[in-house]
């Protein structure tokens, strides 16, 4: 007895639903590889889940901005407007950059220069002994920053040791003066040609006795 035709709907059993989902993209993932490899075909395919998640296949001779431009070619349907062009290009234009400033990097670094020609080997030299003058300029520049901020530093160290012998001097000065203020006034009391008597404050207290 065969199966049952199944209906093509909507499962409303959320359980249900990503079994069958689970079970229908690892399916359909694998029909994509199998024709890849039998067939010799180029395959890409896209599948987002209700959720949002992202599951992509293609074929490892190809990559999948590859079968998009390819079919925007064949099917005449604009894909992306002239803005993204513009990006896309842009982005192509920096990567093809970095890649050759990465191999001018090995080159400097002395690595896969043997295919170079000898032009090439002068304009890398040039550009080391140039490197190597800035370099030798630039530490040059901050030697001279160091000794102006070290001479600077000892100029008011002087300036604040001389400050600090100033008060002390003149401090000392205060205190000498005070002492011979202090001797001045004990020589005069003691030079004074006249002595206090002092008188009682009842003066009939002696005529009573």
Same mark, same amino acid.
């Given at each position: 007895m065969g199966r049952g035709k199944i209906e093509i709907k909507r499962i409303e059993n959320s359980s249900n639903r990503q079994v069958t989902f *689970? &079970? /229908? /993209?690892a399916g359909l993932l694998k029909k994509a590889r199998e024709i890849g490899v039998l067939c010799d075909a180029e395959v890409g395919v896209v599948i987002f889940s209700s959720a949002g998640k992202l599951y992509d296949f293609w074929t490892p001779k190809t990559t999948l901005p590859r079968i998009l431009e390819k079919y925007q070619t064949n099917s005449g349907k604009i894909l992306w407007d002239e803005k993204h062009k513009s990006i896309s290009a842009e982005i192509d234009r920096v990567k093809k950059e970095n890649d050759n400033m990465q191999i001018e990097l090995r080159h400097m670094k002395g690595e896969d220069v043997n295919s170079l020609q000898p032009k090439e080997l002068i304009a890398i030299e040039g550009a080391l002994q140039n490197g %190597?003058?800035?370099? /030798?300029? &630039?530490?040059?520049?901050?030697?001279k920053m160091h000794r102006r901020t070290e001479k600077m530093l000892e100029e008011e160290h002087k300036l604040l040791?001389? /400050?600090?012998? %100033? %008060? +002390? *001097? +003149?401090?000392?000065?205060s205190m000498s003066e005070m002492e011979l203020g202090y001797h001045q006034s004990r020589d005069f009391t003691a030079q004074m040609p006249f002595t206090f008597r002092v008188q009682p404050s009842h003066p009939n207290l002696q005529e009573d006795k």
């Amino acid at each position: 007895m065969g199966r049952g035709k199944i209906e093509i709907k909507r499962i409303e059993n959320s359980s249900n639903r990503q079994v069958t989902f *689970a &079970k /229908r /993209r690892a399916g359909l993932l694998k029909k994509a590889r199998e024709i890849g490899v039998l067939c010799d075909a180029e395959v890409g395919v896209v599948i987002f889940s209700s959720a949002g998640k992202l599951y992509d296949f293609w074929t490892p001779k190809t990559t999948l901005p590859r079968i998009l431009e390819k079919y925007q070619t064949n099917s005449g349907k604009i894909l992306w407007d002239e803005k993204h062009k513009s990006i896309s290009a842009e982005i192509d234009r920096v990567k093809k950059e970095n890649d050759n400033m990465q191999i001018e990097l090995r080159h400097m670094k002395g690595e896969d220069v043997n295919s170079l020609q000898p032009k090439e080997l002068i304009a890398i030299e040039g550009a080391l002994q140039n490197g %190597q003058t800035n370099l /030798r300029d &630039k530490m040059m520049d901050h030697w001279k920053m160091h000794r102006r901020t070290e001479k600077m530093l000892e100029e008011e160290h002087k300036l604040l040791v001389m /400050r600090v012998h %100033q %008060q +002390e *001097a +003149e401090l000392s000065g205060s205190m000498s003066e005070m002492e011979l203020g202090y001797h001045q006034s004990r020589d005069f009391t003691a030079q004074m040609p006249f002595t206090f008597r002092v008188q009682p404050s009842h003066p009939n207290l002696q005529e009573d006795k």
